[in-house]
C-alpha cells in the first residue's frame, strides 16, 4: 500500500512517515505541488496526504488537478490554517478527511488505513462541492473539533442536537450548517420553544385551522411548513412542554405533521435542527423528557465548548466584535496588547454573547481611540458591580453627550442620528435594569411590548442574556 506524503514542514513529515510506515504503508514525501503532481502524473498510489500552505502554493486549491488525474484516491488533508473556512474548503475537494494541527499521529495513521481500505471496496464516492459561507471565530482545538463536525453533516439531512451553555453560539453553528449545506437556498426558520407559551407552541410548531380554537380566525402556517426546502432550528428543546415533545416525535417518525384543528397530513421538508443549554439524560431520568424523543434527535451531536474552555479565541473574538460595533456605527476602537491579555484571563460566565455585550459597551464609553490596560480594568470591575449588564443612566447620558460633540451629526438628522447610535444601549441599559422582562422594560420605554419586541428582534438583541440566574 502506497502513500503519497506533501508536506513542507521536516519534523512534521518524519513523524508522519514513521506512523504511517508502522501501519505498513510505503511512504513517498515530496514538498511542494509541482513535484506532487509530476509524481502523480507517473504512477498512482492508494492516499494521498497533503498540507494546505506549500512551498509553490495552496494545497486544497490544485486538489482539481489531483482529482482530473486520480479520482478515486483518498485525500486526507492537514492544515495549520485552523477555521471554518478552512474545514469547509477542505471538505469541498471531497476529501476524506481533515485534521487541523496539532494532530493525533495515531488517528491520522488509522484514518489513512480506513480511506484506503474504503477505497479498495468502492465504497468512497466524490462529495459534490459545498458553498463558501458564514465562517465562525476561533481557531482553539476545541473549535476545531466543532468545525469538523459542521462540514460532516453538510451534504446531509441527519438531524443535529447542538450542546451548549447559554451565549455559546448554538444559533450561529445552525445558520452555518444550514448556509453552507444543500439547503441554502431555502428558509432558516429559528424557534425559541422557551419562549412560547405552552398553550401556543404546538399552534406555532404545527400551525391551526380556522376556528381550531377561541382566536383562530384563520388559517395559520406553522414553523414546519414555513421551513419548507430550508431548515428548522428548534432552540431550547430541553424545555419543551411534554405534550408539544409527544407530538414532534410524531411529526420527526412520520415524516408529517397536522395542523391543530386539522385532519389533512402534510409532509415535512426541512431539516432539523435543535439545541438546549441543559443536560438532557437528568431530565429524561425525572421524567421531564422523552426519551424516544432524545434519541430521535440525537442523531449527529455537536458539543459547543464553552467560552472559558476555549482561552485562545477571546482575542479573536473581541477583535471582531469591535469591528462588527464599528460598523453598526459605534466609534471604532482597538484594544491594547495588555487589555486584550485580560480579557483573556476573565470568567465570561455568559460566554460570547456576555463578551459581545462588553466590547460593544467598550466601543461606546471608551474615551481613546486605542483601548490601554486601565480602561480595560474600569469597564471590566464596572461590569462587575452591574452583574455583567450595560452601564448605569449617568453613563449612558454621558456617552450620548460626547457622541453628539464628536460626531456633530447635520442638522435636522440630529434626532434620527443620535437614535440609530443609542438605540441599541438603551434597549440593553432598560432589560439591564428589568432583568430581561420585556412587559416592564416596555412600561418604563413608555413604548408597546410588540414595538419592543419587534426592535429587539431587528437589532438581535436576546431579552435572555439580561435574565438575573
Known amino acids: ?55 509553490d502554493g495552496d494545497g486544497i486549491a490544485t486538489i482539481g488537478s489531483v482529482r482530473a488525474l486520480h479520482p478515486d484516491m483518498p485525500i486526507i488533508i492537514l492544515s495549520a490554517q485552523n477555521t471554518l473556512d478552512t474545514a469547509v474548503r477542505a ?14 499521529i495515531d488517528e491520522l495513521a488509522r484514518t489513512v488505513r480506513q480511506a484506503v481500505g474504503m477505497a479498495a471496496s468502492g465504497a468512497i ?84 385551522e380556522k376556528g381550531a380554537f377561541t382566536g383562530a380566525v384563520a388559517r395559520h402556517i406553522g ?106 456605527g459605534l466609534p471604532r476602537r482597538q484594544l491594547s496588547p495588555d487589555a486584550a491579555e485580560l480579557l483573556t484571563r476573565q470568567p465570561w460566565r455568559g460566554n460570547v454573547r456576555e463578551l459581545r455585550n462588553f466590547i460593544y459597551r467598550l466601543a461606546l464609553l471608551a474615551r481613546e481611540d486605542v483601548v490601554d490596560l486601565a480602561a480595560a480594568e474600569a469597564l471590566v470591575e464596572r461590569s462587575a458591580r452591574d452583574e455583567g449588564h450595560t452601564p448605569d443612566g449617568a453613563d449612558l447620558e454621558v456617552a450620548v453627550v460626547e457622541w453628539l460633540r464628536a460626531n456633530r451629526p447635520v442638522d435636522g438628522l440630529v434626532y434620527d442620528a443620535a437614535l440609530a447610535a443609542f438605540e441599541r444601549p438603551l434597549l440593553g441599559w432598560v432589560l439591564g435594569q428589568t432583568a430581561g422582562n420585556q412587559l416592564r422594560a416596555a412600561q418604563m420605554l413608555g413604548i408597546n411590548r410588540n414595538t419592543l419586541r419587534k426592535r429587539l428582534g431587528e437589532l438581535g438583541i436576546e431579552a435572555e442574556a439580561f435574565v438575573r440566574r
Not at 471538505?91 to 493525533?104: C, I, L, N, R
Not at 447542538?162 to 448556509?179: D, M, R, W
Request: a negative charge; glycine letters at 6%.
Open 91 to 104: 471538505s469541498d475537494t471531497g476529501a476524506f478527511e481533515y485534521f487541523p494541527k496539532p494532530f493525533d
Open 223 to 328: 414553523k414546519f411548513e414555513q421551513a419548507a426546502g430550508g431548515t428548522l432550528f428548534l432552540d431550547e428543546i430541553g424545555d419543551m412542554p411534554m405534550q408539544a415533545q409527544t407530538r414532534l416525535l410524531r411529526a420527526l417518525q412520520s415524516g408529517s405533521i397536522r395542523r391543530v384543528g386539522g385532519r389533512e397530513e402534510v409532509r415535512i421538508d426541512a431539516r432539523i435542527i435543535c439545541a438546549t443549554n441543559k443536560d438532557l439524560e437528568p431530565l429524561i431520568a425525572a421524567g421531564q423528557f422523552r426519551e424516544d424523543l432524545y434519541y430521535r434527535i440525537n442523531v449527529v451531536p455537536i458539543n459547543l465548548p464553552p467560552l472559558r474552555e476555549r482561552p485562545d479565541d477571546i482575542e479573536a473574538l473581541a477583535r471582531h466584535f469591535l469591528a462588527l460595533a464599528a460598523a453598526e
Open 125 to 208: 464516492a466524490p462529495d459534490e462541492p459545498a458553498p463558501q459561507g458564514l465562517p465562525l471565530v476561533g481557531r482553539s482545538a476545541p473549535m476545531q473539533a466543532v468545525y469538523r463536525m459542521i462540514t460532516r453533516v453538510l451534504r446531509n439531512d441527519l438531524t443535529v442536537l447542538i450542546l451548549g451553555e447559554s451565549g455559546t453560539g448554538k444559533e450561529l453553528v445552525a445558520e452555518a450548517i444550514h448556509q453552507l449545506g444543500d439547503r441554502r437556498d431555502g428558509p432558516f426558520v429559528a424557534v425559541n420553544t422557551a419562549a412560547i407559551p405552552a398553550e401556543l407552541i404546538e399552534s406555532e410548531l404545527f400551525g391551526h
Open 1 to 55: 500500500m502506497s502513500v503519497l506524503l506533501v508536506e513542507d514542514d521536516e519534523s512534521i513529515a518524519i513523524v508522519i512517515i514513521a506512523a504511517l510506515e508502522a501501519e505498513g504503508f510505503d511512504v513517498t514525501r515530496c514538498d511542494s505541488i509541482a513535484e506532487r503532481d509530476r509524481l502523480l502524473s507517473v504512477r498512482g498510489y492508494d492516499a494521498l496526504v497533503t498540507d494546505v500552505i506549500l512551498t
